[in-house]
Each structure stands twice: as structure tokens, then as C-alpha cells.
């Protein structure tokens, strides 16, 4: 791979939860770099206390996902001249997350929130039941099936503004799983999850200003989800379910 002589001129969050602030760092642009290569290079020949989060390299794990230019992009999967400004690069960690250190988050908050809001599957049968047909027409699964592609990487969540105005917010990741579950035959947890997810913090907080969308790398639309998970809250009110 041929070297381009001009470098860029990174900076990068560096840091503990108690203090931090970016380091400028110069590396060599080449053809084809990735976010995740410029980050990788820093540790590598710069900096060795880097610390930060990788697995796949390949776009399946969603775990090297930070701020770039201050958007949230996974970074083996961005390349630097889709993100570069000029020659400049601004790499900070997730945003709505606590820091670790460096551009390592801690993501604890974000799974309790998918704790919060009953997003796990409640069966309804057991390994002696016969298994329950799931037609792919069915309505309902075309709805679930939408969202069923998150990976849990947080971008939408870093993504998204009511999270950093309201820590209550449960956020559009855990509430797209909800939805899904919603939509599924086989679940059972059903008013319970509706409950969860209409008190405070939950989709009704949602503005829909689609920057969950927007980011998603696997371009699942969040809001939409969140949509259906307000009409439903609706109906059941009007039952006297909630």
C-alpha cells in the first residue's frame, strides 16, 4: 500500500473519569485507512497506553464505535476520507457514556436500561411444547423483523439527545429491542413490557429527531420503533391496562 506524504493531524481523547483532554498525534495517511487503523497506528508507534476498544475489525461486533469529528461511527468500518476534515481528525470516546479511560466506555448503563426496559425474551413454551410456527407475512413479524438487526454497539445511543438531556431516557437501542419483542408471537412478557417502557424515561420521551437513524450502521430506524411502542402505550391506556 503506498504512503501519501502529507500525515494527518489526529487528536484524541485521553483521559480517566476524573480528568482528561485530547493529545495531537501525526500519522502518515495511506489509501484505504480506516478510523480504527489511525487509532490502532497511535497505539502501536505513538502512544502504547492508548486505551481502546476493538474485536472484529470486519463490522460485526460494533465494539470500536466513538466520536469522530464528533459523530458516532464504528471505526473499522469508516474510512478516514469519509470523516476527515481537511486533514484533521477529532477521535473522542462514545458520548452519553461514562469513561473508562481514553476512548474506552463503560457500558453498563446502557445494558441496565435494556434491563429496565424488559427487553429480553419472555417464552411461552417450553422444550417439551410443540415449536410455534412464525410466519414470515405475519404483520407482526415484519414489524419485528425490521429491528432485529442491533448489535448493541450504542451509536444510536450516543447518537441521540434526549439521553444527554434526561439520564432517565431508557434510549432508542433498548427501546427498538422492546419493540421487536413486542411484535413476537412467542413472547409473553407482553403488558409488562409495555408498562416498563411507558413510565418515566420511556418512549414517550422520545422527540424523534432521528439521530439514532441517522447513525445506525446497520440502518435500523429506532424511531420508528419507538413510534409503534407509543401507539401501543396509547391503546393499552385506553383499555386500563396501564
Known amino acids: ?6 500525515n494527518l493531524k489526529v487528536s484524541i481523547w485521553r483521559g480517566t473519569p476524573d480528568e482528561g483532554a485530547y493529545t495531537d498525534y501525526a500519522v502518515p495517511r495511506k489509501k484505504s485507512q480506516t478510523i480504527l487503523d489511525v487509532v490502532s497506528f ?34 473499522c468500518r469508516t474510512h478516514v476520507e ?35 426496559a424488559e427487553a429480553r425474551f419472555y417464552p411461552t413454551k417450553n422444550r417439551d411444547d410443540d415449536i410455534e410456527p412464525v ?15 442491533c448489535i448493541n454497539c450504542a451509536v444510536c445511543y450516543a447518537a441521540c439527545d434526549v439521553v444527554e438531556k434526561d439520564p432517565r ?20 412478557a407482553g403488558i409488562k413490557r409495555l408498562r416498563a417502557v411507558s413510565g418515566t424515561g420511556g418512549c414517550q420521551s422520545c422527540h424523534s429527531q432521528q439521530g439514532c437513524m441517522t447513525y445506525c450502521p446497520n440502518e435500523l430506524n429506532p424511531t420508528l420503533s419507538i413510534a409503534g411502542l407509543k401507539r401501543m402505550a396509547v391503546k393499552a391506556a385506553l383499555k386500563g391496562e396501564l
Not at 470516546?93 to 445494558?111: S, T, Y
Not at 431508557?170 to 413476537?184: E, H, Q, S, V
Open 42 to 75: 497511535v497505539q502501536r508507534y505513538l502512544e502504547p497506553s492508548l486505551s481502546f476498544r476493538f474485536a472484529c475489525r470486519v463490522g460485526m461486533c460494533g465494539s470500536c464505535a466513538m466520536m469522530v469529528n464528533g459523530k458516532p461511527r464504528w471505526t
Open 135 to 149: 410466519l414470515p407475512d405475519n404483520p407482526a413479524r415484519i414489524y419485528a423483523s425490521q429491528g432485529i438487526e
Open 1 to 6: 500500500m503506498r504512503m501519501d506524504p502529507k
Open 82 to 116: 469519509k470523516a476527515v476534515d481537511g486533514d484533521k481528525l477529532v477521535i473522542a470516546p462514545l458520548r452519553n457514556l461514562p469513561i473508562i479511560k481514553d476512548l474506552a466506555c463503560d457500558m453498563d448503563v446502557f445494558f441496565d436500561k435494556w434491563t429496565r
Open 169 to 188: 431516557y431508557l434510549g432508542p437501542a433498548a427501546l427498538n429491542r422492546a419493540w421487536t419483542l413486542m411484535n413476537d408471537e412467542r413472547d409473553g
